[in-house]
């Protein structure tokens, strides 16, 4: 029973610890995060709206390091969302004779 309860400790120790360090570095985290879904629905906007090409092909214009970073066709709007899981998320719209622009951010 002992042994138990030490790793028991031992594994709420841990949690605690990455618990404090994502609250630490949080800010940093959700600004990069905000970054990789604004540069992922600008980059899927100009691949589907201005190259024309199909949103599966456009996932390789992603730079290594955005595996995190999901696009979402919004066709009824000509937009593209980029979403990172519960951090961040931003749509880029394909405007004529601008090309893709970015909403602002909320």
Known sequence: MAVRRKWTMAAMLIAVLILGALAWNWTGLRARAQLGAAYGARIGCSCRYVEGRAMGS???????????????????????EGHVPLLATRTARFKPGWGCLLDPAE
């Open 58 to 80: 456009c996932a390789a214009d992603k730079e290594p390091g955005m595996a995190l970073v999901r696009l979402t066709d919004i066709p009824e709007s000509r937009a593209v």
